[in-house]
């Protein structure tokens, strides 16, 4: 009896001992998560945190916001004195993972059996830093051109479709381009953005690197994509359908020249739809023109989240990690329609067509497949930073050609590949 009495105690006592180490492994955790973003793209963040929280009430998220200006910044700042948010939004991913900033996923990814197949390939590519895996993409940086129809329907001009080429957008951009009786340009044609420049030269069948991932030879040189940037520097200087890239720091960025009619395209991303729904003019999108012999590139890029090599709840952070980059939170996203997804499924797929006017979907994730990656290498954003763009800005504010550009960034990008493949 006794025996049996003593074997009850055991038993009960090693219950307990279980429950306890249960209700442990469930005690309330919170993460911190950072991103930003303008206030029209936020609410999704929020949505994600409400639908995640209600699947795992043990673990809370707090947030770090910041607008995209003083963001990276502060997460410089954090990574450095070790304090960086347990999970981030981030773009150039191999650059923070060479510096061991970041937690490394393919043991995770193996031992849980998250479903990586949804995403494309070229832009998981983009996550990883020597083959590893470091975080997934939210969305893709797809590019379309927007178009105001009134403008258009004023001048007479069709309204673009996939047929264009670099041909009939430059001859629309000229018939919408408008001056006054002095002659001062009240309209443009189009309006630019300067970090695109790589969309021209992909459109033109050139690229910047033999590689974008693992650069060995720089190929701007390439007659090619030196045609490419002459021909975006000529929409600047010569035929003046944009404005110069200085006039727009006066005049206003792309989004508010859109949308307050004094352009009548912009070629930018989805996520400026919730600013144009409130011009006050009708406007469409269309694909992006091709190249003079029918190329058709868009961007393959986008920011998306990773897990701080730091953080000190790396469990729940990589659970948390997945609902926000698998079917769940990517579902979410879409269905603002300022995100083209990342990852491929029906319910993602849906999501953003449902979310955007009829046939505007479409045309984002059609051209979303006509995607290639730019630079997106350890090192690029500084080579970029001090010798890629202020060779460039001399293209755009006319005082060099596109060969004299190129031959003067050419010595130190590959000075810079002979140092980084030693």
């Known amino acids: 009896?006794?025996?049996?009495?003593?074997?009850?105690?055991?038993?009960?006592?090693?219950?307990?001992?279980?429950?306890?180490?249960?209700?442990?492994?469930?005690?309330?955790?919170?993460?911190?998560?950072?991103?930003?973003?303008?206030?029209?793209?936020?609410?999704?963040?929020?949505?994600?945190?409400?639908?995640?929280?209600?699947?795992?009430?043990?673990?809370?998220?707090?947030?770090?916001?910041?607008?995209?200006?003083?963001?990276?910044?502060?997460?410089?700042?954090?990574?450095?004195?070790?304090?960086?948010?347990?999970?981030m939004f981030l773009n150039n991913i191999p650059s923070y993972a060479a510096r061991g900033a970041l937690m490394p996923l393919d043991d995770l990814i193996a031992k849980s059996g998250f479903d990586i197949e949804p995403y494309y390939d070229e832009l998981l590519k983009i996550f990883k830093y020597k083959d590893v895996i470091y975080g997934f993409p939210r969305d893709n940086d797809t590019t379309i051109l927007y178009y105001n129809k009134d403008l258009f329907d004023a001048a007479g001009v069709d309204y673009p479709d996939g047929t264009w080429t670099w041909t009939e957008f430059l001859d629309a951009a000229q018939k919408l381009t408008v001056r006054d009786e002095r002659g001062r340009?009240?309209?443009?044609?189009?309006?630019?953005?300067?970090?695109?420049?790589?969309?021209?030269?992909?459109?033109?069948?050139?690229?910047?690197?033999?590689?974008?991932?693992?650069?060995?030879?720089?190929?701007?040189?390439?007659?090619?994509?030196?045609?490419?940037?002459?021909?975006?520097?000529?929409?600047?200087?010569?035929?003046?359908?944009?404005?110069?890239?200085?006039?727009?720091?006066?005049?206003?960025?792309?989004?508010?020249?859109?949308?307050?009619?004094?352009?009548?395209?912009?070629?930018?991303?989805?996520?400026?739809?919730?600013?144009?729904?409130?011009?006050?003019?009708?406007?469409?999108?269309?694909?992006?023109?091709?190249?003079?012999?029918?190329?058709?590139?868009?961007?393959?890029?986008?920011?998306?989240?990773?897990?701080?090599?730091?953080?000190?709840?790396?469990?729940?952070?990589?659970?948390?990690l997945q609902f926000l980059c698998g079917v769940e939170g990517q579902t979410i996203f879409a269905s603002t329609g300022v995100a083209v997804p990342a990852y491929r499924s029906d319910q993602t797929r849906d999501a953003f067509v449902s979310a955007l006017p009829e046939g505007f979907g479409e045309i984002f994730l059609e051209d979303t497949e006509y995607g290639k990656i730019p630079p997106l290498f350890d090192g690029w954003v500084e080579l970029n930073t001090t010798v890629v763009n202020p060779a460039l800005d001399l293209l755009f504010i006319g005082e060099a050609t596109a060969e004299e550009v190129v031959a003067m960034m050419k010595p130190d990008v590959e000075e810079f590949l002979a140092k980084r493949n030693q």
């Open 185 to 320: 340009i009240t309209q443009y044609g189009v309006v630019l953005e300067s970090n695109k420049y790589f969309n021209f030269i992909h459109q033109n069948g050139a690229d910047i690197f033999d590689d974008n991932l693992n650069p060995t030879r720089f190929t701007l040189d390439d007659p090619k994509a030196i045609e490419a940037l002459q021909f975006m520097g000529d929409l600047i200087n010569k035929y003046e359908v944009a404005p110069s890239f200085a006039q727009m720091l006066q005049l206003g960025n792309s989004t508010e020249l859109f949308q307050t009619g004094r352009v009548a395209m912009a070629m930018t991303n989805a996520a400026r739809i919730p600013t144009f729904q409130q011009a006050s003019f009708r406007w469409g999108v269309a694909p992006l023109p091709a190249g003079p012999t029918g190329i058709r590139a868009n961007s393959m890029s986008g920011a998306g989240y990773v897990i701080s090599a730091n953080t000190k709840h790396p469990e729940e952070a990589w659970t948390f």
């Open 1 to 87: 009896m006794k025996r049996r009495t003593l074997g009850l105690a055991c038993l009960l006592l090693a219950m307990l001992v279980g429950m306890t180490a249960w209700v442990s492994a469930q005690e309330p955790v919170t993460l911190i998560w950072s991103f930003w973003g303008d206030p029209n793209e936020l609410p999704p963040n929020y949505q994600v945190i409400e639908a995640f929280e209600a699947a795992y009430p043990y673990i809370k998220i707090e947030t770090q916001h910041a607008p995209w200006s003083s963001y990276f910044d502060r997460i410089q700042t954090q990574m450095a004195g070790g304090t960086a948010p347990d999970v």
